[in-house]
């Protein structure tokens, strides 16, 4: 099967700029993330900080994704986030219709 790429770029409020590089090969995308945030300090030296990230679990069932650092100038050597969305006061059965949800997020980082 052949491979697709998109490219999305998106403007966020504190200045970032993401750029989603997305790979299908086969039946499981790649899907690698790229932020970039400039900022300028108050002598005028622009400061360029970026990571890209990789997709490494996305589990619609369980609510949850996780994703690592691949590349970065931040500093670190090893980056791992995880993500689930838990329903609070709602039956299973209604869904988005239920009272709430709760964002639970955790991360591993070596530097």
Do not use: H
């Amino acid at each position: 099967m052949g491979r697709k790429s998109l490219i999305v770029q998106a403007k966020r409020p504190n200045g970032a700029t993401m750029n989603d590089g997305s790979t299908v090969s086969g039946a499981r995308p790649v899907i690698i993330r790229y932020c970039v945030s400039t900022r300028i300090s108050c002598s005028g030296q622009t400061n360029v900080r970026w990571a890209k990230e990789k997709l490494i679990e996305l589990d619609p069932i369980e609510r949850c994704l996780s994703y690592e650092i691949v590349d970065n100038n931040l500093g670190f050597e090893s980056w791992v986030a995880i993500m689930q969305i838990s329903l609070i006061d709602g039956d299973e059965e209604v869904g988005p219709r239920s009272n709430g949800c709760l964002l639970e997020t955790g991360s591993r980082l070596e530097f």
